[in-house]
């Protein structure tokens, strides 16, 4: 962080701040398995580690994918039972096969059928404690960076006034110890880096670096305040009166698609084609006023009356969401068993507080 303040006159100061801050590292639960490697494989590596693109806690899975035509083409008559079952690839067997256990072809988030996968290694995958290759983890990644200015006017001549701005981003694949895209709260051993990417995709854009869901870009306040004296031209009969103005603005949060966890079936962990790719919530307005008066009863007592409105333009900006893409899972995210697709998608979840106010008396003494 770096920045100035200074004093360009008695009582009026202005402040120019930059801030640059990245994590360097974090603590997480990780595990060894990819989903379809989960649905077949026994054996599981994990533990609490700082996960990162040199992770080796285990033999890597030898994999290799196909896609859901081969798989249909090559079942098309397979009985319930399996009995039938025919290779789709090379390599693959009726105990390798994470489809053939599953019972049909994996989808995506969007509900698109993805293909499968075999592995070679199963006698040996995820057996510990590494093979001398990365795991497949990412960079744990989140980087803020802001531009902040202000003008701070302090009290002298019956007025103050207080103006800021702040221009900012904040950017990575890691919220920090609370999960704002699935509503997680467990620090340390939050779902993301449970299972490695695998070679299906199913965990979509969870590792790619995006505009996180608390990116926020602009942000400006304008509070203001003026109180009566005597020497008040034109409207000094009102001494005592004290009056305020608070005006805010800021921009909307992105928007994601967000799928089902192919494995823990949770809502709203695996962002399709990148964090914020849905776009923003819309920016929002709000002006505050505020009336007091003070009505002096005895030198060491005071009566005051005020009022206090807030968002009196009455503005009703959307300012959250539906994100989730499927409806809960109830099984593996199969054909066949694949949770329907959320009709709620990108309707409002909730929308700027409408307009109110509150009277006070207040007796001082």
């Known amino acids: 962080m770096i920045g100035i303040e200074r004093e360009i006159k008695s009582g009026l100061v202005v402040k120019a701040r930059w801030v640059d801050r990245r994590l360097g590292r974090i603590i997480e639960d990780i595990g060894s398995q990819s989903p379809e490697g989960s649905s077949i494989g026994a054996n599981f590596e994990g533990g ?3 996960p990162g693109p040199t992770t080796d806690i285990a033999v890597n899975e030898d994999e290799i994918t196909y896609s859901a035509d081969q798989w249909n083409a090559a079942n098309a008559n397979m009985l319930p039972d399996g009995s039938n079952y025919v290779a789709p690839i090379a390599g693959c067997t009726a105990d390798n096969d994470t489809y053939f256990s599953a019972g049909g072809i994996w ?12 592995f070679l290694n199963l006698d040996t995958m995820d057996a510990g404690p590494g093979d001398g290759k990365p795991d497949g983890f990412a960079k744990p990644t989140r980087r803020y960076q ?41 620090p340390g051993i939050s779902s993301l880096f449970d299972f490695t990417a695998g ?15 608390t990116d926020r870009r602009a942000v400006g306040n304008m509070f ?24 805010r603005g800021q921009s909307g949060v992105p928007l ?21 790719a849905a776009g923003r919530t819309a920016s929002t307005l709000q002006l505050d006023l505020k ?61 700027q507080g409408p307009f109110y106010a509150r009277a006070t008396i207040r007796f001082e003494f």
Not at 199 to 213: E, H, I, N, T, V
Not at 260 to 274: A, F, R, S, T
């Open 224 to 247: 203001l305040s003026y109180t009566v004296g005597s020497d008040t031209p034109f409207v000094h009969a009102a001494k005592g009166l004290t009056t305020g103005l608070g005006f």
């Open 48 to 50: 609490i580690a700082n």
């Open 291 to 351: 009336a007091e008066y003070a009505l002096p009863i005895h030198e060491s007592k005071v009566l005051k009356m005020g009022m206090d409105m807030f968002n009196v333009t009455n503005s009703q900006y959307i300012t959250s969401k539906v994100q989730f893409s499927q409806q809960p899972a109830s099984g593996y995210m199969i054909v066949g068993s694949a949770p329907p697709l959320n009709l709620d998608y990108g309707r409002p979840t909730s929308f």
């Open 256 to 276: 994601s698609l967000l799928g089902d966890h192919p494995g823990y079936l949770n809502q709203g962990e695996v962002p399709i084609g990148g964090r914020g």
């Open 199 to 213: 070679g299906l995709g199913l965990l979509g854009d969870q590792f790619r670096p995006g505009w996180l869901s």
């Open 107 to 118: 989808v995506n988030g969007a509900n698109q059928p993805v293909g499968g996968a075999c």
């Open 146 to 186: 802001a531009l902040e200015l202000e003008f701070d006017k302090r009290y002298s001549n019956h007025w103050l006034a207080v103006v800021n701005f702040r221009y900012a981003n904040l950017w990575g694949n890691y919220e920090g110890a609370y999960r704002n895209d699935n509503g997680q709260s467990d």
